[in-house]
């Protein structure tokens, strides 16, 4: 089929796709969803300034500084014990936020480690994430994968965590298959200034050039084999 034109939405500012479902903010600070069953765009947030989807979920960050997250065909719901936010982001069954501190907070689920607290316990109110950061050094952008996620810094350092089943940690082969519960720096990356997760492979832009890696079945690391 054709691209199609989304119906009932305008003056768009961002998107995100989730796995069956489409998340639009528009220049009004409005939220607009659709997918996962409901063909019609649908308001469900007023006053946000950052959206995201991945899988199921959606994420929300508000004008004063409140994050928001909820699953398909559900109400946004406020994130408790969050403020200052300045951005969010959406896993397959976790989510994440950065506050203006830089710091950085995770809650859902943990099964693969994809909270970077240490452990796998699964954890329904936000997380604070632990970083070996230089001084002066902190977190300016997030992105989650179905179970593992990523953090940019200001130095253009690179931070991963969670499920590695596909190399999604990028860490090279002796790292392959096991699990990060905590933060890892990538240090063949330097330089980064954007960063995005799949479901199960990473994309990073740094010095004039993509990188990529983890899960290629499909093709989604573009280096010309499976």
Sequence with gaps: ??????????????????????????????????????????KVLDNATQVDAKGEQFTAVSVDGSAYAWNKNETPTKVEGLSNVITSAAGGNHAMAVLSDGNVYTWGANESGQL????????????????????????????????????????????????????????????AHS??????????????TMITAGANHAMVYAVGKVYTWGANDSGQLGKGTD
């Design 116 to 175: 970077g607290i240490g452990s796998v316990d699964d954890k329904s109110t936000p997380q604070k994430v632990s970083f070996d950061l230089a001084v002066g050094e902190y977190i300016i952008r997030i992105s989650a994968g179905d179970n593992f996620a990523m953090a940019l810094t200001s130095a253009g350092d690179v931070y991963v965590w969670g499920n590695n089943d596909y190399s999604q940690m990028g860490l090279g082969n002796t790292m």
């Design 179 to 192: 699990d990060f519960y905590s933060p890892s720096k990538i240090e063949s990356i330097t330089g980064a």
């Design 1 to 42: 089929p054709l691209p199609v034109m989304a119906e009932g939405v305008s003056s768009v500012v961002a998107i995100a796709a989730g796995a069956d479902t489409s998340i639009a903010l528009t220049a009004d600070g409005s939220v607009y969803t659709w997918g996962g069953g409901e063909s019609n765009a649908t």
